[in-house]
């Protein structure tokens, strides 16, 4: 989706940190860092939210994104001290960017519950 700017982060149309990608996702920081390792996973096609990704094609898109996130905690040293993935969906899950993502947030102790 050409307004999208997850979209155009995936293309390289706006530059990010990239940190790692395979042909079906992209990880990169954040740019509002909300912990030491705030990384943003997303799948290189557009989908809304999980809720879209529906069927054997929409089965692999979550399951390659979540994938690829948990390969990027492993990579950033994160598997020994543990991690946090968190998909905001919707209004009330705060989500402001209507492209699924995971958050990767690690390198500090987090709260429970979120706020
Ligand atoms: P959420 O609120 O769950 O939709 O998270 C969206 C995140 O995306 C938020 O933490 C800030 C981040 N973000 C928004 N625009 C950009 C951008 O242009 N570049 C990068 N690297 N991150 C962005």
Redesign the pocket.
């Known amino acids: 989706m050409n307004d999208c ?1 997850f979209c155009r ?1 995936a293309s390289g149309e ?1 530059p ?2 990239i940190v790692k990608r395979t042909p079906e996702a992209v990880a ?5 860092p ?1 912990a030491p390792v ?1 990384v ?1 996973v997303i799948p290189t096609q557009h989908v809304d939210s999980a809720a879209q990704a529906t069927g054997d094609a929409g089965e692999a898109l979550l399951g390659k994104t979540m994938r690829l996130a948990v390969e990027v905690a492993h990579d950033l040293g994160l598997d020994g001290p543990g991690y946090r993935l ?1 998909a ?1 969906t919707g209004v009330d ?5 209507p492209h699924f ?1 995971l ?1 990767l947030l690690g390198g500090r102790r987090m709260d429970w519950p979120p706020g």
Do not use: M
């Open positions: 700017v982060i706006i990010a940190t990169f920081r954040d740019l509002n909300q705030h943003l968190v905001n899950g705060g989500q402001s960017v993502h958050h």
